[in-house]
Structure formats: structure tokens, C-alpha cells
């Protein structure tokens, strides 16, 4: 079975900086993109940033110039490195990845149970 920890949340104050990891372990045969989400409390589930297999990334507006998307494709690890963090960053961040689990079967989403961060003023 295919799983997804993440791990590097936890509280830190406005301005500070925090890394997330995600680390894909498991029947894994390939990775096409992965991305993190976050939700925060009454808040619905929002994309925060995507990295294609070949390192495109993609943000949400809010966090283009302090957050900083990569992976490790050898170690299927998803980073997120999160400057200048504001109060309103605070929320449950996710890990997702597209994953194909044999050869000759499609990909499929796969997500981590959430990392708590909160961002004091």
C-alpha cells in the first residue's frame, strides 16, 4: 500500500520560516506531479503549490514569493519551504501525489493525513 508522511509543521511567528517534507513510501512504480494543499479552520481546502515530474512549479498567489516548491525524485519527496509566514498561513497542510503502482495500470491520487501550522502574530 502506498502511503504519504509528512512531517515539519508546527508553530512558528509571523515573519519565521518553517520546511514541510513529504516522503512517498510503498508499491510505487512511478510519480507524475505532487503538490501540497491547505485547510484552514471554516475554510475550504485550497491548492498552495504543484511540481510536475519534470520540476514546474505552480502557486497559489498568495504564497508566490515565499514559498518554495521542490522534490528529490530519487527519494519520492515533496519539500515546501516557507518563508515570511503570516498568521494567515495558519492551517492543516496536505501532501498530494499522482502515483502509478504497476506498469501498465493509470495513476492514482494519493494523499498524507495533514501537518498542523500555525503562524502567530
Known amino acids: 500500500q502506498v502511503q504519504l508522511v509528512e512531517s515539519g509543521g508546527g508553530l512558528v511567528q509571523a515573519g519565521g520560516s518553517l520546511r514541510l517534507s513529504c516522503a512517498a513510501s510503498?508499491?510505487?512504480?512511478?510519480?507524475?506531479?505532487m503538490g501540497w494543499y491547505r485547510q484552514a479552520p471554516g475554510k475550504q481546502r485550497e491548492l498552495v503549490a504543484t511540481i510536475t515530474s519534470g520540476g514546474s512549479p505552480h502557486y497559489v498567489d498568495s504564497v508566490k514569493g515565499r514559498f518554495t516548491i521542490s522534490r528529490d525524485t530519487a527519494k519520492n519527496t515533496v519539500y515546501l519551504q516557507m518563508n515570511s509566514l503570516k498568521p494567515e498561513d495558519t492551517a492543516v497542510y496536505y501532501c498530494?501525489?499522482?502515483?502509478?503502482?504497476?506498469?501498465?495500470?493509470?495513476?492514482?491520487?494519493?494523499w498524507g493525513q495533514g501537518t498542523q501550522v500555525t503562524v502567530s502574530s
Open positions: 498530494n501525489a499522482q502515483i502509478t503502482t504497476m506498469p501498465s495500470w493509470g495513476g492514482y491520487d494519493y
Open positions: 510503498g508499491s510505487i512504480f512511478s510519480i507524475n506531479a
